[in-house]
């Protein structure tokens, strides 16, 4: 049951957390003072996967291994990049957007598994994902969103 907004909220969560490395960002606005010129950040990033269930047969929010292996192959296309090589000079990569890039290739990964599976349903993941992109402890970005339409 529940009452008010939270009602809607998972109940259980799944958490994968994975260092990812930055080496070039680019911000050219002048209110982001001396991170305005090009220089790296480090970022840690934490998905998280939740749903109001847990799966009936395997009892869990989803299969670590797949979490995993789409949380990494997701974050391989920015590791040690110069975002501005992987969006264009045009875009500014702000900790808030890259958090709502992986977040977006996240659920587009779980929609693209959810198709091509073999008629088998232990992958069959129907929830809610949150990204947490920590730039340090002062700065961070989150977005939670659920997997599937």
């Not at 890039?101 to 996240?106: A, D, G, L």
Request: proline content about 3%.
């Amino acid at each position: 049951g529940g009452d008010g907004p939270c009602s809607a909220e998972p109940a259980f969560h799944s958490r994968h957390q994975r260092l990812d490395h930055d080496r070039s960002l680019v911000s050219r606005a002048s209110a982001f003072g001396p991170a305005g010129g090009l220089h790296g950040a480090t970022y840690t990033v934490d998905v998280e996967f939740a749903s109001e269930a847990l799966h009936p047969e395997c009892n869990w929010v989803i299969d670590i291994g797949l979490a995993s292996d789409l949380v990494a192959d997701v974050l391989k296309k920015y590791n040690y990049q110069n975002l501005d090589e992987v969006f264009g000079k045009k875009i500014m990569t702000t900790t808030e957007f890259m958090c709502k890039e992986i977040h977006t290739r996240v659920v587009e990964r779980l929609r693209e598994k959810r198709q091509s599976e073999d008629g088998s349903d232990d992958n069959d993941f129907r929830g809610w994902v949150k990204v947490t992109l920590f730039e340090s402890h002062k700065a961070w970005a989150s977005l939670m969103g659920r997997s599937v339409n």
